[in-house]
Nanobody, 124 residues
Framework: QVTLRGSGGGLVQAGDSLRLSCVVS????????MGWFRQAIGSEREFLAT????????SSADSVKGRFTISRDNTKSTVYLQMNNLKPEDTAVYYC?????????????????WGQGTQVTVSS
């Protein structure tokens, strides 16, 4: 059984940083492409970033480019999302997701497995 366990969310002030983590089990992690999404209340799920199996290729949404960075450690079966200079509009539930597809895509439907979500709240 494949499980994704996300952590690292919390309540921070504008301008602060957070690092989200997501540990994958039940799958050979180096065969998995990973992504991060978020969903604010009343909004659709939004793509943030994705990283290839080896970690050599990455893609980020324009809305977070320069502030958010995705990375992975295949020895720990873990993907990270470093978030800097957080803003109140970053408040949302953040989800990690795993895909067996090779191509880097931003579409939630291309990801087979999802974490439970971790809440990030940014106060002004």
């Amino acid at each position: 059984q494949v499980t994704l366990r996300g952590s690292g969310g919390g309540l921070v002030q504008a301008g602060d940083s957070l690092r989200l983590s997501c540990v994958v089990s039940g799958w050979i992690f180096s065969n998995v492409r990973m992504g991060w999404f978020r969903q604010a209340i009343g909004s659709e799920r939004e793509f943030l970033a994705t990283i290839s199996r080896s970690g050599n290729l990455r893609s980020s949404a324009d809305s977070v480019k320069g502030r958010f960075t995705i990375s992975r450690d295949n020895t720990k079966s873990t993907v990270y999302l470093q978030m800097n200079n957080l803003k109140p509009e970053d408040t949302a539930v953040y989800y990690c997701a795993a895909s067996s597809k090779v191509v880097l895509t931003t579409t939630p439907d291309d990801y087979e497995y999802w974490g439970q979500g971790t809440q990030v709240t940014v106060s002004s």
